[in-house]
């Protein structure tokens, strides 16, 4: 197998993979957030606020995938 | 033909990396390309879109700073309301003592969402860009750090704040700690803008190429505009990015600021 089909078949696949976890990751964090604001509609405001925080923080995992995937796009072909 | 010249760009394009949308200036670039102004602008397009922003929010800012008064009228409404939801974001999580970061933070979020929604040529799908807003976040809050906890504290700070014996023992792991997470800072800020809105300009740009290869057949200048729906995707994800840089910039800054009120 040449280095290519390797990134080809790989890249797509590890950032399914990581994408997976962070839909996890974020699936968790949004209900909870969003309990939270049902139990404490007063506090919605600042619920919005950190969980923004944290899916920003649990989204970067995949950005960071994806960026991998942009370095190495160029050497598919 | 139109399409034929877009769809060829796009191929072009593919095989150099990320695919992107050909804007004005790669028209002038295909028309005028032996010209050395042209030549100029291609290389440097994406430091020539961002100046264009620059450009732009400076003349906006400064003409409605120029007619201002008492009764505002529309621009100065709208202005007022921007700059106003800003001042309230940033004092909501820095508290009152906060506000000497609006004119910065409020910058970075009106700049960064200007440049996510050029569309075509995002300058914030570039690393370059992303990275140098990022790395002015970086030292300025450092220097806020040192200016709030003194060199002597700053330095403390970076060792974990050590009280007693055990403390102290661990000083020497918290400092390659406290260093890493400071220079991961910059790093994940940047790499998070840029690879979401590359993310969007590539999505946006395949979806234009299926459109247009999609009609090819008939020989016409238009295409299926299958992007639409993306196109809304991208005005969703620009706002919350350069959300999430501000209110993270913001974070970091309140993570630098004595905090009593707790």
Known sequence: MSYQTALAIFLPLGLAIAAMGSAFGLGRAVSAAMEAMGRQPEAAAKIQLGMIIGCALIEALTIYALVTVFILQGKIS | ?262
């Open chain 2, 1 to 262: 033909m139109l399409t034929e010249e877009l769809a060829k760009h796009a191929a072009e394009k593919a095989q150099e990396g990320a695919p992107e949308l050909p804007n004005f200036i790669t028209f002038l670039y295909h028309e005028y390309g032996e010209a050395a102004f042209v030549g100029f602008l291609h290389h440097y397009e994406n430091v020539i879109f961002s100046w264009m922003v620059a450009v732009f929010l400076c003349v906006l800012a400064y003409l409605v700073y120029r007619k201002r008064s008492i009764m505002p009228g529309r621009w100065q409404n709208a202005v007022e309301m921007v700059v106003e939801a800003l001042d309230n974001f940033v004092c909501g999580i820095l508290g009152p003592e906060g506000r000497r970061f609006t004119p910065f933070l409020g910058t970075l979020f009106i700049y960064i969402l200007t440049m996510n929604f050029l569309g075509m040529k995002s300058p914030t799908a570039n690393l370059n860009q992303t990275l140098a807003l990022a790395i002015c976040v970086f030292f300025y809050v450092q220097y806020t750090g040192i200016r709030s906890f003194g060199i002597v504290g700053y330095l403390k700070h970076m060792a974990g704040d050590p009280k007693d014996v055990i403390t102290w023992l661990l000083v020497p792991l918290n400092i390659p700690i406290h260093i890493i997470e400071e220079l991961a800072k910059p790093m994940s800020l940047s790499l998070r803008l840029f690879g979401n809105i590359t993310g969007e300009d590539v999505l946006i740009t395949v979806f234009v190429g299926l459109g247009v290869s999609a009609l090819s057949f008939l020989h016409l200048p238009v295409g299926i505009p299958f992007e639409v729906p993306f196109v809304f995707l991208a005005l969703l994800t620009g706002t919350i990015q350069a959300l999430v840089f501000t209110l993270l910039s913001t974070i970091y800054f309140s993570l630098m600021l004595p905090h009593e009120e707790h």
